[in-house]
T-cell receptor
């Protein structure tokens, strides 16, 4: 399937700091999605992007669909301890509505 | 509204035993997905159903794995016989004709 590369692999920040992470693909996508996974839980959809250049916000989270259609970015502003978790990017699998996932960015926030 | 429901949440079994994982998708969703998550390989698609019909099972590791969706509100993933390397978290997800999938809480499988 398509390769999705996320970076950084992990981040350790202080509460209140802004966070940026990104994802690149070996293929052009028409959809990018960002998920968050808390320990012991399933991934939860944060933001879905459908158009190159699109910038979409969900509270303190902002995601962008790169204009090359091969990358996407997720920013978290003014981080808080409950932002801790693993953030995954995802793009369409070659078959229908299934998804390919990146390996995730693990975020730790200290009070 | 109820989300995707999976059972059991945890399963510990011995090598060689049959394991059955269950999933109830969100009511009204017409696509159902089974994923497996491990530290080494991350989240991998196993199989994908649309309108109860398997569309892509290329991710199913081998013949020991099988999945069924007898109706729109129920799916099973069976491993027979189970092996230690099958230990992982198995997720079920559903969607309604989009890539926006909603995941269940997962089943943590340990095969000893």
């Amino acid at each position: 399937g398509q390769q999705l590369n996320q970076s950084p692999q992990s981040m350790f920040i202080q509460e209140g700091e802004d966070v940026s992470m990104n994802c690149t693909s070996s293929s052009i996508f028409n959809t990018w999605l960002w998920y968050k996974q808390d320990p012991g839980e399933g991934p939860v959809l944060l933001i879905a992007l459908y158009k190159a250049g699109e910038l979409t916000s969900n509270g303190r989270l902002t995601a962008q669909f790169g204009i090359t259609r091969k990358d996407s970015f997720l920013n978290i502003s003014a981080s808080i301890p409950s932002d801790v978790g693993i953030y995954f990017c995802a793009g369409p699998h070659f078959s229908g509505y299934a998804l390919n996932f990146g390996k995730g960015t693990s975020l730790l926030v200290t009070p | 509204d109820a989300g995707v429901i999976q059972s059991p949440r945890h399963e510990v079994t011995e090598m060689g035993q049959e394991v059955t994982l269950r999933c109830k998708p969100i009511s009204g969703h017409n696509s159902l997905f089974w994923y497996r998550q491990t530290m080494m390989r991350g989240l991998e698609l196993l199989i994908y159903f649309n309108n109860n019909v398997p569309i892509d099972d290329s991710g199913m590791p081998e013949d020991r794995f099988s999945a069924k969706m007898p109706n729109a509100s129920f799916s099973t993933l069976k491993i027979q016989p189970s092996e230690p390397r099958d230990s992982a978290v198995y997720f079920c997800a559903s969607s309604f004709s989009t890539n926006e999938q909603y995941f269940g809480p997962g089943t943590r499988l340990t095969v000893t």
